[in-house]
């Protein structure tokens, strides 16, 4: 299995950007697909993109497409979110989460999980 540690949440103002970041430990990295998930405060967790082992396969949250892109790079074991035009409603902790079979949008589909990493946006 692997480990997975999210990293650059922060508060930004609307309209703003962030990039986060999920790095991977333990077993091979790119034998994994990889999801991104966000929860907000009283609210279930919802999808918000994926991407297969490759790279090649991206999948994306309709709330999110056109501003967010998902992407990794196997030789670092990481995969990022590049989040462009936030929005109040992006609020909440974002989680990245690993599947050794093909990526897919149902959260308890996934194998491992991160700790999260709260992305807060200001109106």
């Known amino acids: 299995q692997v480990e997975l540690v999210e990293s650059g949440g922060g508060l930004v103002q609307a309209g703003g950007s962030l990039r986060l970041s999920c790095a991977a430990s333990?077993?091979?990295?790119?034998?994994?697909?990889m999801g991104w998930f966000r929860q907000a405060p009283g609210k279930e967790r919802e999808f918000v993109a994926h991407?297969?082992?490759?790279?090649?396969?991206?999948y994306y949250a309709d709330s999110v497409k056109g501003r967010f892109t998902i992407s990794r790079d196997n030789a670092k074991n990481t995969v990022y979110l590049q989040m462009n035009s936030l929005k109040p409603e992006d609020t909440a902790v974002y989680y990245c989460a690993a599947r050794l079979r093909g990526p897919i949008i149902i959260a308890r589909m996934y194998d491992q999980w991160g700790q999260g990493t709260q992305v807060t946006v200001s109106s």
């Open positions: 991407i297969d082992w490759s790279g090649g396969i991206t």
């Open positions: 333990g077993r091979t990295f790119s034998g994994y697909a």
